[in-house]
């Protein structure tokens, strides 16, 4: 049996897209929960709309908030182009919130005792293609002698299990917590409510992009995750895409001006 | 970071190969644990030859009975070209297996702690391609309306965590057993000590190439184990090979004539 095939029509197009391709900045953007689309000719999950408009299936505003930075910095920007829970790109296969059975109060039913065939097939048409669209990248950037830094983007809802969240951007690392702690230097200084490591941080799994593509080469990354109330229209998203461009353009510097005093 | 160069140089070669390609048969053989083989260039994960040489890094004598039985039976074969202590390809990304830090009595250090990274890196380098090949394969049949059979052969060892196993070959299935039946209601006339889901069974996690190929299409399907003492030989691997073509020849034959009798 064909284990790959019948996953995407011809119709669905691509399962990860690239926006400004020849951009000249530094930073390389990445928005793993992009979309909530779902295959045109099958896999819709059976989901109400509710649950398909819901954070459960997207970050809504992070396309939109990471096309505005993306301008700003002159940044690459590579996006899924398929909801999360068909496969979440920023989880590994081996972890159970790759393919969720429940996202928090939304039961995903059709997600409940995959087989092995739908695991893989799903694996196989919506993370390989994303993850591996970036390290072509990456490598083509490293073999050009470019700066590479990264930076993930998303959103997270303002009320969680019922309790309201008062964090507005978070600012997430791993390991490296370099990009991270330049930034949260200077978030004092910009009007929002700007924390470490929330409302999650790395030990609930969320930095797997960055695990991948950021610490193995050394560059620079931070996950950054704003609260999606504050992106929903124009003003708020060119707020959020000012302030962030701010943050990341005067911490890259900062950065720089170690690493030249080391030299 | 490039996440997948680096595994594979072109020294190499491809993480699977395919024998006996235009092979006329019905069956198709999938050998999973074919070699012990390390990439050249590096992952040689540091065991010794003991280690390279044991079960726990392959399946001895199964590459060489699986090629008879292509012979015999003019199936096609599919092999992975490189040991399993890399990645397990009859194990889902998500098992510990499939990496294994541990098989029997033998540690494999290189596999601890692995990373997000190497663990992606080496799915996409192993693991990937080989059952692709797979799905490529049955897809090209199926739309030629070609009948398949999946046969995984397998080999184990005779004795582990120094207990010695009485059984010689174990004839394995998942949810599907038509084939398996068919092919132990022949066991008794024949030479050896034959056993359904033994030394282990679909529940230790072992049916994942038939849950991927077999099970989704509806394809007869059966995983064969040979004690791996009863095939270091000429002389007994061409038993071997006599014993399953025979067994397999006449189950589907069997088969052929039940689902005859049906229509």
Chains 1, 2 share one sequence.
Not at 35 to 64: K, T, Y
Not at 194 to 204: K, L, T
Not at 242 to 261: D, F, I, K, Q, Y
């Amino acid at each position: 049996m064909l284990v790959r095939s019948g996953i995407l029509a011809a119709a669905d197009g691509d399962a990860v897209s690239v926006h400004n391709e020849t951009g000249a900045g530094d930073v390389v953007l990445i928005c793993e929960h992009a979309s909530n689309r779902f295959p045109v000719s099958a896999l819709d999950l059976g989901l109400s709309q509710e649950v398909r408009d819901s954070h459960a299936a997207w970050d809504p505003g992070a396309l939109a908030l990471a096309m505005l930075l993306s301008s700003r910095l002159d940044a690459v920007l590579i996006q899924a182009n398929f909801s999360r829970l068909l496969y979440d790109c920023n989880r590994p296969p081996e972890s159970p919130a790759a393919m969720p059975a429940k996202s928090e109060v939304y039961e995903i039913s059709a997600n409940v005792g995959l087989s092995a065939a739908e695991r893989y097939a799903r694996m196989a048409a919506f993370y390989v293609p994303f993850h591996d669209r970036i390290s072509e990248t990456f490598s083509a950037r490293v073999g050009q002698g470019r700066r590479t830094v990264v930076i993930t983007i998303h959103t997270f809802t303002p009320v969680y299990f019922g309790q309201p969240r008062s964090v507005e951007i978070g600012i997430l690392h791993d390991a490296d917590s370099r990009l991270a702690d330049a930034m949260l230097a200077l978030a004092p200084g910009e009007p929002y409510r700007i924390e470490r490591n929330a409302p999650y941080g790395p030990d609930d799994g969320v930095t797997h992009s960055l695990q991948l593509h950021a610490l193995p080469g050394g560059h620079l990354n931070v996950m950054i995750e704003v609260r999606n109330d504050l992106v929903r229209d124009e003003p708020g998203l060119a707020a959020a895409a000012e302030c962030l461009e701010r943050m990341v353009s005067n911490a890259l510097a900062t950065l720089s001006e170690a690493s030249a005093g080391e030299a």
